[in-house]
């Protein structure tokens, strides 16, 4: 996945429960992590280089699983599903897997 050419085709508003949610990019997000999910704000940050410090960018499908991480804990709590929200393999595993399947359809 990491090494496959695509195009990042991230939204920048979507509907999730009747709420518009934004999209944005965000070199300056926490440095230990490269997407947040704000429920309060209805809104998903991601960053495109690995840290602030560096130059270094993202792979493509990378920018594209983080995004799906994170849109992943907007819907289970637009859900109110807060157990599986905050269970982090459980979203990663579910992204990883949902990243495959957009990558791979023809």
């Known amino acids: 996945m990491a090494n496959q050419k695509v195009k990042v085709d991230i939204p920048t508003t979507f509907n999730l429960g009747g709420v518009v949610w934004t999209t944005r990019k965000d070199e300056s997000i926490d440095e230990d992590v490269v997407g947040r999910c704000s429920h309060r704000e209805s809104v998903i940050e991601y960053r495109s280089k690995i840290n602030r410090s560096s130059d270094k960018k993202l792979s ?8 799906n991480h994170e ?12 157990e599986l929200h905050d269970n982090e393999k459980f979203v990663q595993s579910f992204a990883n897997l949902l990243t495959e399947y957009e990558l791979s359809k023809k």
């Open 60 to 67: 493509e499908s990378s920018i594209k699983n983080t995004f």
């Open 71 to 82: 849109l992943i804990h907007a819907i289970l709590g637009t859900m109110a599903e807060w």
